[in-house]
């Protein structure tokens, strides 16, 4: 048993409707597990998006199943969620995000302090704006964190990111 995180198949602004994508590009590739997007919502934060019971047994995973966090809370313990840099993060139909130029920048939205709680000052409002003037949390993967705290304009087109949400 494991949870995956996977990443959607192209970049996205600040005006999405995450979970829905996450929902029906986990359908298309076959995957029959529930999937809901890696970021905070007016609902929601990170951190909790995974059920309670599969937050501290369960390892996350990339696609091919290589490990990325030994479990759901170690995501969230304030370090900005550190990165093992050799395992690749990839998307629905298979690409990394890191060499495939379909992300030309290499940033994931999370809308998230480093302990995955809710930003309301910075997730594009609740992610329905692609505004220029409008402002999200957003990491970039060089800094080799999946939480690491900058703020884009919600314009940007960044990587979003879909964490398998229980283990069936």
Excluded at 73 to 94: C, K, M, R, W
Excluded at 118 to 139: D, F, I, M
Excluded at 156 to 168: A, D, H, T
């Amino acid at each position: 048993p494991q949870l995956h995180l996977v990443a959607l198949n192209s970049p996205f602004s600040g005006d999405m409707r995450a979970d829905f994508q996450c929902f029906q590009q986990a359908q298309l590739a076959g995957l029959t597990s529930t999937y809901r997007a890696f970021l905070s919502s007016h609902l929601q934060d990170l951190a909790t998006v995974v059920r309670k019971t599969d937050r501290y047994h369960l390892p996350i995973v990339n696609l091919k199943g290589e490990t990325l966090f030994s479990n759901w809370e170690s995501i969230f313990n304030g370090n900005g969620a550190q990165l093992d840099t050799h395992v690749p993060i990839y998307s629905f139909d298979g690409r990394n995000v890191i060499t495939d130029p379909s992300w030309p920048q290499k940033v994931v939205w999370h809308g998230s302090t480093a302990n995955g709680i809710r930003l309301v000052n910075s997730y594009c409002e609740a992610w329905h704006t692609a505004e220029v003037g409008a402002v999200g949390q957003a990491s970039p993967l060089k800094m080799g964190k999946l939480l690491d705290q900058k703020v884009f304009s919600c314009s940007n087109k960044f990587i979003v990111l879909c964490i398998e949400n229980s283990f069936v």
